[in-house]
Each structure stands twice: as structure tokens, then as C-alpha cells.
């Protein structure tokens, strides 16, 4: 499948690298490809500058947003929270028709200090998921995967034997067929996969942001998820 | 000891009557003592009126919010989220002195529809808990238990062996050792409850209400809990 990874980060890049090599074409977006193939800076948990990634990953190629969107069969929105509306806004918007999104982002906000709150306009009543669906209505949000660290997006066995919880929520059913296949592929059972409905209940998930930093910063290691005991 | 629980409803009244099982002397407080006890409806989910419950659970005295803050060693907070400061504030200022409070409850707004967001002023870069904090600082605050159905957090063997999670946060760590110990009487191990920090993290476990009250709607019970996987 061609799939487009809108995004360069640590998050962007796990999963472009596991996307390779389930045997995808990957095409990964940025705003600005000479600029961010240049980046040789190592983010504060020593993942590589982009500009090294790319050159140990010669399977994935950069891409504008835009070049990205036109390109990608199902688009994997991996930008920071705050700027995913706008990466989408850069794409030709006839590319965005009937593509499917996947949503993981989370709409942090750093500027009330550490740990990161949610963007107000973006919590509580309304959610970047549903906001992403209500401004691009051509495409289909399927929102997954937002609440666990990256690694374990792309690899669940790494911890308890796979056996944890990922939700998934969207307004297309067949849209959400088609992301749980490509979860399986992550290596996803369905019987960890939770199905919450419409897209407003990407509320709930990004909700959980708050919980999880918290956890992270007692564990120190975004090595774990949540799941559910009944 | 001596307990006191602020709240009539249907978890008032399941805390109220574990901890008589227990051998504790319980007061349950309400804002008007005569109203409460006429209450003969049964809830949505027909757990019995305030009145029946009473004379089936005679063990427990009611009292008004203060009577019950000025009998209790440790107070126990189940009122609804919105009502929580005023019942608080009903009470005299020096009964609350070095009292450990500990809140259950949950900020929940049902102004914009269901399920409900959690009130603006109390949510996201503030919290309950916190604002109960503020409010009264004369009293030790330790959120806990508000993460689950009431049923569990007195009898947490109920599911998967008691093994799942009960967050527990607040200032005061004298305060946060004694609260262990009565989470311990409910059933909760040691290796089961996660101190968070400080009383600011209960931003991170109300917020988490956002998720539950959709796993809810998505298993039609509220027999279920989170817990970590790492």
C-alpha cells in the first residue's frame, strides 16, 4: 500500500521505519524537505536529526505535505497537535477526498508549563480528531494509537505479550475495517482493539494524555500502556 | 475510626456501608438531614432512595456536612463534583484542620449534553482536587478512587483477582500513608496503587473520566477498571 507519514519526529519516524518493513511505500511529509533533510540534531531522547534518519532509511521518501497527501492511500497524521490542520490545509484538497487519516496526534499545549496541557479550544467539548474530521469532511479521521508511546504503536508484543489496549474511534465504518488490517499488521490482535464509535470520542483518548504524561513521569519510561480489567 | 462521608448518593451510600463492615463509626452528610431521609426514589440504576437506605443500614448516622466534618477523623468526599466546595463550606473552618479529605469525586458538567465534559474551570490546567486544595488548605486533600465504578473501589476483588489500578495523589504524605491504609482495608494491594505525586495530578485522573464514561457507554457496565501494563 502507498501510505503517507505527515510528520518527521520520532513519532513520524517509527513509524515510517515499521511501515518499510511490513513492505509499504512510504512517503513522509514535512513542510519543507531541503530544510528538514538538513536537520542533524538529536531530540532530547537521542533519536536521530532527521537528516541522519533519512539517510539510514533510504526505503522512505520525503515529501511536502502536500506531495505526501497526493501520494498517500491512507495518510498517518504523526505533526504535533497543534500544527496537523495546518499540514492538512498545505495538501491539494480534492487529495484529501475519501483518504483515510489516521489520527494519532495529541493537541498538546506546552505554554502552561510541564507536563503539557491539552489546547483549550481542542479539550474537554471538542477534540483535535473531531476538529481534523469537521474541517476536512471530504476525508475520513480514524483516531488510534494517540495513547501509548510510538514504539509500542508500531510494536505491541514489546510488552505483556501484546496483550493491552488501543481505542479506535471514526465516523466510517469502513474506514475503520481497513485500519484495523493495517493494525493486525502492527501486530495488533482485534481483541485488544476497542471500537469507541463516532469521532467525538477522540475527546475520551486525547483525555488520557493527562493520565499517561503523569504515569510516564513516575515510571520514567513511556514503556507501558493501559488496559482493561472487567 | 471514625468516618465521615459527605453524600447520599449511591456511592455515598456504598462507601458509607463498607466501612461499617469494616467496624467503623460512620456519619453520612447531607445538606439537610430531614429532605435526605424522605428520599424514597430509586435511581436510574435502582439503587434505593436515600430514606430506604438509611433504615436497611442503620449502623450509619446522618447528619448535616458539618455535623459530619466535625465528627469524622478523615472525611470522605462523594458528593457530585459541582456541589463539593459549598458542602465543605458548610462546615466550620477548624474542623477541618489537619483533617485528611479524601475526594472521590468528579467535576462533571452535564450542561453541554451526554456524556458530560468535566466543568471548564475545573478541568485541563486546574483540577478538583486542587481546588479543594486551594480552597482549604488548612486540610490534607488525597484524591483517589474517582477512576471507577463505586462497587470496585471498596471491594476491588470483584474483578481479575483485585489486580488493577487505584491512583492516589495529594500533598501531604503522612496523610497519603493513612489513606494506603484504608484502601488496604477496602482490599486495594499495595502493588495496585500508584502515587502520582502531588495533588495537581489529579488533573490527570479526572481527566481520565473523559475515557471511562465511553468504555462505559461501549460495555453497558461500569464492571470494569484500567490498569498498567508494562
Partial sequence: MKIAVLGTGSVGQTISGRLI?????????????????????????G???????LKANPGVKPGTFAESVAFGDIIINATQGSNSAQALHSAV??????????????PLDFSQGMPPSLIPALSNTNSLGEELQKTFPQAHIVKTLNTMWCGLMVNPSLIGGGNHINFLCGNNTEAKVRVRQLLNQ?????????????????????????LWLRVWSVKQTGVFNFTLVS
Fill in 21 to 45: 518493513e511490513l513492505g509499504h511505500e512510504v512517503m513522509i511529509g514535512t513542510r519543507n524537505v531541503k530544510e528538514a533533510s538538513a536537520r542533524t540534531l538529536k531530540d532530547a531522547y
Fill in 47 to 53: 533519536n536521530p536529526g532527521f537528516g541522519d534518519w
Fill in 93 to 106: 484538497p480534492g487529495d484529501l477526498k475519501e483518504k483515510i487519516i489516521i489520527d494519532l496526534a495529541n
Fill in 186 to 210: 502492527f501486530g495488533w490482535k482485534n481483541e485488544n482493539l476497542l471500537d469507541l464509535g463516532d469521532i467525538t470520542n477522540a475527546r475520551g483518548t486525547e483525555a488520557l494524555l493527562h
